[in-house]
Each structure stands twice: as C-alpha cells, then as structure tokens.
Nanobody, 122 residues
Framework: QVQVVESGGGLVQAGGSLRLSCVASGSIASIKRMAWYRQAPGKPRELVARITFDGSTNYADSVKGRFTISRDNAQNTVVLQLDSLKPEDTAVYYC????????????????WGQGTRVTVSS
C-alpha cells in the first residue's frame, strides 16, 4: 500500500503566498515522478506542475514564474511554492506520485492524495 498526503492549503489574499507539501509513504521502491494537479469548481482537473526523479520540471502556462515545484527524493516529498496568488488559483490541489513498489523493477502506478483546498480572495 502507498499513501499520499498533502498539507498546507488555506485562505490567502491575492498577491500572497502558500506552501503545499506532499509526502508519499508505504511500500515504495522508487518514485519516478511527482506532480501537483488542481481542480476548480465546475472545471476538470488540470496539471499544475510536475517533477521527475532527476529534477526535470514542467509547469502549466498559467503558473509559470509564480509557482515552484521541488522534491526531496530521500524523504519522498514534493513541495509546491505558490507565490503571487490570484483568485483564479482557487482550487483543490492534489498530489500525484508515480510509484513502484518492491521488488525493484515492478511496474509503476499512480497514487493520489485527498487534496488540499486553496482559496485566494480578491
């Protein structure tokens, strides 16, 4: 079993900052990629940012220059720093991890957290 748990959401004024954290735990041999998605009311879930094991990153155009994703491979954690927040960033943010469980060489599967809510007031 693999668990993915997010933390750090909350209410912030436009222009403010938040820091979201996510930790994966359980039966983990390796994590290929970790990512943050978000889902606003009435909209589909969308990719915000992702980071591979070697540190390569991708960002949605809407958050480039404002959000920063980082990862601690030893701790199986990923952090999303949200700066210059806008009301349109309001959403539930989900952490996703692509995980292989023991033994080494097993297939990778996607695991999701329960989400953490970010609300940005204007």
């Amino acid at each position: 079993q693999v668990q993915v748990v997010e933390s750090g959401g909350g209410l912030v004024q436009a222009g403010g900052s938040l820091r979201l954290s996510c930790v994966a735990s359980g039966s983990i041999a390796s994590i290929k990629r970790m990512a943050w998605y978000r889902q606003a009311p009435g909209k589909p879930r969308e990719l915000v940012a992702r980071i591979t094991f070697d540190g390569s990153t991708n960002y949605a155009d809407s958050v480039k220059g404002r959000f920063t994703i980082s990862r601690d491979n030893a701790q199986n954690t990923v952090v999303l720093q949200l700066d210059s927040l806008k009301p349109e960033d309001t959403a539930v943010y989900y952490c996703n991890a692509e995980v292989s469980s023991p033994p080494i060489g097993s297939l990778y599967y996607d695991y999701w957290g329960q989400g953490t809510r970010v609300t940005v007031s204007s």
